[in-house]
């Protein structure tokens, strides 16, 4: 019983960990892994969402924000869109990229890619 408890929270460790590494991914592999199924993009979509709901977590309006701006399909189409004009660039560029236009929309200007 307890190799199974101490096995449990090492996986439990190495997948929070990778989930908070995720945004030292780079964007080309991110846009790599479409032809094979959407699961880069998709944790990149995650990590992006907890990156930028981390943001302001106190104003009610970020979070607002953050929430109905876009929905999960935009964030998702916004983030493939930066990554493959800067496949150089990293998961966390994206997010920040993000940030960006969700804050130019908070201040009523809109930012185009």
């Known amino acids: 019983m307890f190799f199974s408890l101490e096995a449990s ?4 460790a190495e997948h929070s960990a990778r989930a908070i590494s995720f945004g ?3 964007c080309a592999d991110v846009t790599r892994s479409l032809p094979s199924g959407n699961s880069a993009l998709d944790h990149a979509t995650t990590w992006a969402e907890g990156y ?3 943001q302001n977590q106190d104003a009610p309006e970020w979070v607002d924000l953050v929430e109905n701006t876009l929905n999960r399909g935009q964030r998702e189409s916004y983030i493939y869109a930066y990554c493959k004009k800067h496949p150089q660039a ?3 560029d994206s997010a920040q990229e993000l940030q ?5 929309e908070l201040i009523g200007r809109a930012k185009r890619l």
């Open 9 to 12: 929270q090492q996986a439990i």
């Open 52 to 54: 930028l709901n981390a």
């Open 100 to 104: 960006r236009f969700l804050e130019s």
């Open 90 to 92: 990293l998961v966390l």
């Open 24 to 26: 030292g991914v780079s």
